[in-house]
């Protein structure tokens, strides 16, 4: 059965990255490790890595994405946490013998990782992200 290895990070959504970077970099101390455009999800990322794990600064880079949607509705906070996984295939086979609902079910392949989320509905109104890395720094 695959294993999840640790939080690989914790993403906060931000109406721009620049604008967040006078606390998460200034104030805290923490340095950008790279900002990646995600277009299959209409956003924009930032890493700045803590330890082990990361913060992530994500930002819509489209009105009408689900992102700008729920900045709108909830404001900025919280996006999603990110466990990283030893295989996510296996992983989400799993979750989805268990019953546990996906968003989704076939990985995306993203530069050094593959990723899916899993619906808040089936995990207690958190949206989840499970990473597989695939190269160093992701
Ligand atoms: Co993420």
């Not at 695959?2 to 970099?25: M, Q, S």
């Not at 101390?29 to 299959?40: A, D, M, Q, Y």
């Not at 990723?115 to 949206?127: D, E, N, Q, T």
Request: proline share 6%.
């Amino acid at each position: 059965m695959a294993r999840i290895k640790k939080i690989n990070h914790v993403a906060i959504v931000v109406p721009e990255i620049e604008g967040a970077l006078g606390f998460w970099e200034q104030a805290l101390g923490l340095e950008v490790h790279h900002i990646e455009e995600v277009p299959s999800q209409k956003s924009r990322v930032a890493f700045l890595p803590a330890g082990e794990s990361k913060v992530e600064l994500v930002t819509p880079s489209s009105s009408d994405s689900t992102l700008a949607k729920f900045l709108q509705e909830r404001g900025p906070g919280i996006h999603h946490v990110c466990l990283e996984v030893d295989n996510l295939e296996e992983m989400l086979a799993d979750l989805k013998e268990k019953g546990v609902r996906l968003i989704n079910e076939i990985p995306q392949v993203l530069p050094g990782r593959k990723m899916a989320f899993i619906h808040p509905k089936s995990a207690g109104g958190v949206l989840v992200e499970l990473y597989e890395v695939t190269a160093e720094g992701h």
